[in-house]
């Protein structure tokens, strides 16, 4: 290929990635610049792209009128909620399902495995049912406790760790150390990359998740962000968009920040063990 | 390596024996047991109380045998929202296989830069979907909207994108095709990894390159990434709830109208627990039966 060719291919290649940037986070930029624009313009600024007036009163409008405020409370709350104790439970199992041997723990794995193949979407009439018996409908604790474990994030966990060298293992053994410790003190550190990815991993699916939340959350004191936000969009008569994309980027923002500092490894944890590679 | 095995021999039986036997139990057992609570029973409820009439308040269950189910076959709407899955499924699949395997592939030709651009290229799909289905429909709205502004310029429309039946369902497949075309692309990207550098450069030898080694090639061998994305996106789409919640209601006339947003409407807008929950039993052999597809698929090519 000659000089001009290949400066021709370089140029074009660099224009279709520009575009598709472009086309990927219009949404993200159509929100901001919308959100910035001051409410008697939102319908006549057509396609300019930024305003000549702008204003962040669309944003003190969303969060009070969404009473945003209380909601991101809650979301922090019921996804920190949700991680500790996905924690606590998804990385002992991990543990003991890649280092220890004990009778039916390939059945049981297996198991775990299967119930990968049931969505939260599939559970949420019958795990309605559950909570009104156990009296937990419209409380925080209903929000958090039908996550309390993860069976991916138990098939992740366990995927790292055996592929860790079984040496570790023995060594821990070789110096007496008893079951909990070597899982506190050798593969908690070890395993520190899949069970962050995983945290990251949790924190965005349930800072989004919706339709849980609308079942459950029936008061707003209670209301997740997405949840707030949705009963704005409904409220909100008058279609003003400036308020509404306002109320957007503030509910957007969390998880896109939790991914962008992790966001190698929230990508590994979500392809990792599903996929080769 | 077994931790029970190497328990103390016959005679030395002592608490720690025992309890160093007990420990895998007790490691996996909060987890199993919250699986069990919140998985393995609801499969089991949803069966159960599908063949019961149950409202949404109290729990006095009716049992009505399988009248939710032959009501859920006989109902128009039930089979409307089956059709508009296919319909939104056929609409999303293809083209996010070929916007996710061209985006992999437009990345994976940089030699510097390539982790900011998939950053960038994959926030689609952590962004809420509540929020993100609010600014698509202002993109779209019939009035100021983005897209009609855009038309006006060149003497078009205004189109009402979300409220007639014709364009409805097309602008949320369209969204679903923003968001999939992001996921799958991270899966091809993955997919692509494992092709041996081999292969590469026998190709280049071959002086085999552009479309054709994506065709000849990288194609085949990616066969095991697009049944993974082909099927991941169709158990979505079945699942589609937050575009057609916000965005459209489920309308024109049902024309969006998918499984998963009539469940909650029957569940918790008619307050009919019962039928609810045969729907949702429909769901859950729906999206099991394409997850076991998809294993088979996969592990039938030797490669997960």
Redesign the interface.
Known sequence: MNDRRVRALTLSRWAVTAFCVVLALFPFIWMIRTSLVPADEVYVVGLRLLPEKMTLQNYQRAWEEARLGQAMLNGFIVTFGILILQLLTVVPAAFAFARLQFRGSTAIFLAVVASLLVSSQVTAVPNYITLSALGLVNTRLGLIVPFATSAFGIFLIRQYIVATPIELLEAARLDGLSTLRTLLHIYLPVARPAISAFAVFSFVVHWNDYLWPLLVARSQEIYTPALALAKFNVAEVGRDFGALTAGAAIVTLPAIIAFLIAQQRFVEGLTGGEIPG | ??????APAAGRTSLAALS?RL??????G???G??I???????V??FV?SLYQ?PLTG?QWKFVGLANYAEAFADAGVRQALWNTVLYSAMTIVPGILLGLG?AL?IE??SRGR?V????????????????A??????F?V??G?IN??LA?VGLGPVNFLGSGTTALPTLAAVGI?RYS?FNM??YL??L??IPRAIHEAAAIDGIRGLTKVRKILWPLLR??TI?VTVITF?QSV?V??TV??MTGGGPLGKTQTL?FA??QQ??WFFR?GY??AL?FI??LV??IA??IRRRAISSTD??
């Open positions: 390596m077994s931790v029970a095995r190497r160093e420990t895998p139990w007790l490691l996996i909060p987890a199993l919250l699986l609570l919140f998985v393995a029973i609801p499969v409820l949803s109380a149950i729990l985006l437009l030709s940089f982790a651009l998939r950053t960038l290229l994959f926030l689609p799909v952590t962004a809420n979907l509540v929020a993100m609010i600014v698509f429909q202002w993109i709205g009035r100021g983005f502004e855009l310029l923003w992001a991270v899966i993955a997919g990894t494992t095991p990434s993974f158990i699942q709830f937050e919640s916000v998963l469940i909650w569940g918790f627990l609810a929950s949702s769901l859950l999206t099991v997850g076991l490669v997960v």
